[in-house]
């Protein structure tokens, strides 16, 4: 069937993007390539939330390595019929979209807010503050308003970067599995009335084959005997 090479192909794509979610997520604990800035405490809350490693990262994998197995999936072959099996795993392999739909999801929101919120950073009252907090992200659209954090140096453009990516990554992860949602739903319900159309389709076909040939005997028998008749 072609939903099954539909979810395989998800899956794949699903692996590298949870791989890049984690990857992102890792290099916020690193502005600039420093580690001292996460042994003190001084990186963005929304960072601490593992929306990338968690929500985008090991929540897609579950998902990812079901859809890659589905094509050589049959967890019901139900009285040796092997479509069974197959709307059997394509029906089940929507709840597993579903973790993914949530691990995708919580992935965008934090990444969201966290672009919002903007990054935490010393300030020229050298204090730590969130400095672009209530600008409701408007910051972003204002480069000249970056120079306000004085250390990490490029902290703003290292994480909206990085925050964009994971919110990026997020939306496709989620569109991704949404798609495999309805694929899956369709896999399931036209496999069923496919199969059931082929068995219709073949009750009514070998029947007759099956008894053309009798019935051409029998009518053959009676003309034959009608001709007798008639002759003596």
């Known amino acids: 069937m072609c939903y099954d090479k539909c979810a395989r192909c998800i899956g794949h794509s699903l692996v590298w993007l949870a791989i890049l979610c984690i990857v992102a997520n890792i290099l916020l604990y690193f502005p600039n390539g420093e580690t001292r800035y ?15 490693i968690v ?7 579950l998902p990812a390595f079901v859809f890659i197995g589905l094509e050589q999936g049959d967890c019901c072959g ?3 019929h ?11 392999s929507v709840l597993v979209a579903l973790i993914g739909i949530a691990g995708s999801g919580y992935c965008v929101i934090v990444a969201a807010l966290g672009l919002a919120e903007g990054p935490i950073c010393l300030d020229s009252s050298n ?15 204002d480069r000249s308003t970056w120079s306000q954090c004085v250390e990490p140096k490029h902290v703003v453009e290292w994480n909206a970067s ?6 990026a990554l997020g939306g496709i992860e ?8 309805i694929n899956g739903v369709l896999g399931g319900i036209c496999g069923y009335c496919c199969t059931h159309h082929q068995v219709r389709t073949s009750k009514s076909t ?27």
């Open 174 to 181: 989620f569109i991704l599995c949404l798609i495999q949602v």
């Open 38 to 52: 996460a042994s003190e405490d001084h990186l963005s809350r929304f960072v601490w939330f593992f929306s990338g």
């Open 55 to 61: 929500g985008g990262g090991l929540l897609i994998f």
């Open 206 to 232: 070998t029947p007759r084959q099956n008894h053309n040939l009798p019935l051409f005997h029998c009518n053959l028998y009676i003309l034959l005997v009608l001709i007798c008749k008639t002759l003596y």
């Open 82 to 92: 092997e479509n069974c099996g197959k709307r059997c795993v394509m029906l089940s």
């Open 127 to 141: 204090q730590w503050n969130y400095t672009f907090a209530n600008t409701e992200g408007q910051y972003l659209l």
């Open 78 to 80: 139900c009285c040796g």
């Open 162 to 167: 990085l925050f964009s990516i994971l919110l």
